[in-house]
T-cell receptor
Framework: DTAVSQTPKYLVTQMGNDKSIKCEQN?????MYWYKQDSKKFLKIMFS???????INETVPNRFSPKSPDKAHLNLHINSLELGDSAVYFC?????????????FGQGTRLTVV | AQSVSQHNHHVILSEAASLELGCNYS??????LFWYVQYPGQHLQLLLK??????LVKGIKGFEAEFIKSKFSFNLRKPSVQWSDTAEYFC??????????FGQGTELSVKP
C-alpha cells in the first residue's frame, strides 16, 4: 500500500501550458504539503493544508494554485508554465499540524518544461 | 528565520568506512530534528527523528544521530557504510509541527 501517492510521476510539457499534479494519502493524516526540489536538490516548502484549510503559502508565484477537496487529497495546478518551473515536486503528509510527528513523502513528480 | 546548514556537499567513502555528516540549525526555540535519505530516483524516507528525551537517537539501517543543544547540531553517524548507503542525505528541522526546513543535502557516494 502506497501511503502518499502522486500522479503523474513524470510530466513533460511546453512553456505556457497548464498542468496539474495530484496527490493522495491513505494515512488518515490531517496535514498535507507541497515541496519543490530544484536542480541542486534543494527542498523548499510551497504550501501546506490542514484539514482542507490553507495554512502555509510561501512566496510562490500565483500561477501555482493548490486545491484540497478533502483532507486526503492535495492537488497542485500550475498555469502558464515557465522553464524555471522544471523541478521535482513532492507531496507529503503528517498527522497534524502542530504536533511532534514526521512527514511522509510521495514518490515525486518530475516536471520538465521545454 | 530558521535555517539548516549541512557541512558537506559531497562525501566519498569506501565500504566499511565510518560516516559522520554534520548538520547545524539556527532557531532559538524548541525544535524537532530529522534526517531523511533519498536514494537515486526515489522519494525521501525518514532515517531518524528527535523530538525530546535521549539526545542520542537510533534510526533505521544502523544510522544514529546525536542532538547537542548547546551546539545547535544534529550530526548523523554510521560506524560502517555499505555501497547501498549511496544516496542524498537531508537534515531538516521544524518547530514542533508545521513546515520542514531542509539543509542543502549531502551526497554520499560509497565505493565498493
Amino acid at each position: 500500500d502506497t501511503a502518499v501517492s502522486q500522479t503523474p510521476k513524470y510530466l513533460v510539457t511546453q512553456m505556457g501550458n497548464d498542468k496539474s499534479i495530484k496527490c493522495e494519502q491513505n494515512l488518515g493524516h490531517d496535514t498535507m504539503y507541497w515541496y519543490k526540489q530544484d536542480s541542486k536538490k534543494f527542498l523548499k516548502i510551497m504550501f501546506s493544508y490542514n484539514n482542507k484549510e490553507l495554512i502555509i503559502n510561501e512566496t510562490v508565484p500565483n500561477r501555482f494554485s493548490p486545491k484540497s477537496p478533502d483532507k486526503a487529497h492535495l492537488n497542485l495546478h500550475i498555469n502558464s508554465l515557465e522553464l524555471g518551473d522544471s523541478a521535482v515536486y513532492f507531496c507529503a503528509s503528517s498527522q497534524a499540524y502542530r504536533t511532534n510527528t514526521e512527514a511522509f513523502f510521495g514518490q515525486g513528480t518530475r516536471l520538465t518544461v521545454v | 528565520a530558521q535555517s539548516v546548514s549541512q557541512h558537506n556537499h559531497h562525501v566519498i567513502l569506501s565500504e566499511a568506512a565510518s560516516l559522520e555528516l554534520g548538520c547545524n540549525y539556527s532557531y532559538g526555540g524548541t525544535v524537532n530534528l530529522f534526517w531523511y535519505v533519498q536514494y537515486p530516483g526515489q522519494h525521501l524516507q525518514l532515517l531518524l527523528k528527535y523530538f525530546s528525551g535521549d539526545p542520542l537517537v537510533k534510526g533505521i539501517k544502523g544510522f544514529e544521530a546525536e542532538f547537542i543543544k548547546s551546539k545547535f547540531s544534529f550530526n548523523l553517524r554510521k560506524p560502517s557504510v555499505q555501497w547501498s548507503d549511496t544516496a542524498e542525505y537531508f537534515c531538516a528541522v521544524n518547530n514542533q509541527g508545521g513546515k520542514l526546513i531542509f539543509g542543502q543535502g549531502t551526497e554520499l557516494s560509497v565505493k565498493p
